[in-house]
Each structure stands twice: as C-alpha cells, then as structure tokens.
C-alpha cells in the first residue's frame, strides 16, 4: 500500500487551512488535510497491511498526517510489549500538541504496573511532548480505579517553562479535582504548583460540570 498516496487521496484542503491555525509551530505544508475519523479507518486497513513495518521505521515523517497516522496505528497494537517499544521510537519525533494528544495505545489499559514504569520516566523528559504524552497517560489511566494519592507527585513534581507542558499539568490537576477531590486540594492549598499552572488548574476546573458550585466558589478564593 503507498500510504501517502491513499492520505492525499483522502485530502480535505478545508479542513487543512482548518488544522493549520490549531497547529501554529506546524508549517503549512506538512498539513495534508486528512479528517481524524478517515484517518482512524485508513489506520485499521494499514495495521493490516504488510506496508505497516516500513511505514513505522520511516522517522521522521514529512507529512503532519502521517505522524497522526503513526500514532494511531501503535494505538491499533496488541502487543504490550511491541507497542511499548512503537511508543519509545515515536516518542522523540512528536513536535505538537495535537500527535500527542490522539496518540492513546489501548493496550496500556491492560498493563497499568508496567505502564507506570513508563510514565515515571516519560513525565521527567526535557522533551515537550514526551512529559506531555506521560502525564496525559498518568491522568488517563490513574485517576480512577487505579488512583493511588503518591501519583500527583508525578505531575506536581514536573519543571517547565514550556507552555504545553504546563498546560497540560493543568489540564490533569484540573481533571484530579472533579475525580479525585481530597486528594487534589491540597496542592492548591498549599500553593505547589506554579502560578500560571496553579490558576489555569483553577480555570479549568471552574469551567466543569463535575466540580459543584461551592467548590466553584472556594476554587476562586485560592487564585493566586
């Protein structure tokens, strides 16, 4: 199969002039244009195709498209164990918000000990969207069943100056607030995270449907 044949056939230049405003530090003409649900079909018929092994080993991608493809074709993996290695590989060629944050392996749910592991490590990296990806694997396998209090340490422990990572520790204390309340409060309480962390935390949970009024109003007291 040649897989960028089959992505430009599936071109919206539309939706490409779209994509391009949401993805600023991405330039114009690596943006094919594809939507993510033809995408996610075009991934199924890939996984399936011989052309996948070649596909993955060809980093870096010229064409936004097919890292958003690549993502989500390691999400299609099975295998634990070949799918961690996929992410590892990835991982360092991922330069926007929007890759990292469709890229969600299904197999992980299943692995939750050793993903852990992974996270532990993804969380610390200098690299923007690699302790973005671990944080946003953190907030999407931790903060239900699985929550263990010690887990906030991960994020809260984090350092950046980069805006996405600091988004998204907010999004997580944000999302650990509406799940996992008694635990997430503290962190605000005590002011451990940084003030622009700390008050787009605030600002996302206040825009909840899950967070209540009163805690809508005691939130807003802690803005700093």
Known sequence: MNIRAELFALRDEGYAEFQQKLIPGVPAERVIGVRVPELRKLAKQVSKDPSRAAFLEDLPHAYYDEDLLHALLIAEEKDFARCLEETEAFLPFIDNWAVCDIFSPKVFAKHKEELLQ???????????????????????????????????????????????????????????????????????????????????????????????????????????
Request: some cysteine.
């Open 118 to 224: 992974h996270i532990r490590i993804w969380a610390k990296s200098e690299k923007t969207y690699t302790c973005r990806f671990g944080i946003g694997m953190l907030m999407q396998h931790f903060l239900d069943a699985d929550f263990d209090v010690a887990y906030l340490e991960i994020p809260a422990t984090v350092q950046s100056e980069e805006y996405y990572v600091n988004m998204m520790l907010a999004w997580f204390f944000a999302t650990a607030l509406t799940k996992q309340w008694e635990a997430a409060i503290p962190y605000l309480e005590a002011g451990r995270l940084p003030r622009w962390t700390h008050n787009k935390t605030i600002q996302k949970a206040r825009e909840s449907y899950r967070i209540t009024a009163e805690q809508k109003n005691y939130l807003k007291s802690l803005k700093r």
